[in-house]
């Protein structure tokens, strides 16, 4: 007589069943679909520089690749394009983008409006995609506060010097005036020998 299969033997088996199910579908789905590489998800730039958003992708076939800006402004479509085809780059943007065949794209003269969150979408022509975010943050150079304090060193230096030249100014004039004073005491103390004398 045959022992009675057990219910932890069967659920073994089907656990194993679906792990390999599971990682066949998985990749099935990876051959097909789209991979996505950003070396750099944060960029810290200052205005007008020139900075490069670069990304890397592979998928079967021709993909279409899309960037858009999202800011505290909305939503902004900024290109889109077909490796090895002309892009359709959008008017506020004409003259400060450059696309690359890899997926990537160089924006030209940043100011402080272009800081925000930069979406690229890559879609497959069987229709997967993928995303990915890279955050810019573009901060503003400070020659005003140095000039500024360029001007008020400056200032101050000259404020030093004027009271620098009064301070020489007073002491010689207070030099000048005690030797005088002294000269007067001198004299009256040898007119008043002088008199002592004659009256002796």
Not at 126 to 149: A, K, W
Not at 169 to 198: M, P
């Amino acid at each position: 007589m045959r022992p009675l299969p057990s219910r932890r033997r069967k659920s073994h088996g089907l656990s194993l069943g679906v792990f390999a199910l599971c990682l066949a579908a998985a990749r099935c789905l990876q051959s097909q679909g789209v991979s996505l590489y950003i070396p750099q998800a944060a960029i810290n730039a200052t205005v007008e520089e020139d900075i490069l958003l670069s990304v890397a992708y592979s998928c079967h076939g021709i993909p279409t690749i899309e960037w858009k800006y999202t800011s505290n402004w909305g939503v902004q479509k900024i290109v889109e394009w077909k490796p090895g085809t002309q892009a359709n780059i959008s008017q506020s943007h004409k003259d400060r983008v450059c696309t690359f065949d890899n997926g990537s794209i160089q924006l030209f003269s940043v100011g402080v409006r272009d800081s925000g969150y930069y979406v690229i979408t890559v879609t497959e022509h069987l229709g997967s995609s993928q995303f990915g975010t890279i955050v810019l943050h573009v901060s503003e150079i400070l020659y005003e506060d140095l000039h500024f304090v360029a001007v008020f060193l400056a200032l101050l230096a000259a404020v030093a010097a004027v009271l620098i030249s009064l301070m020489w100014v007073c002491n010689k004039c207070a030099y000048k005036f005690q030797r005088k004073r002294r000269h007067k005491l001198k004299e009256s103390t040898t007119e008043e020998i002088e008199l002592q004398d004659v009256e002796c």
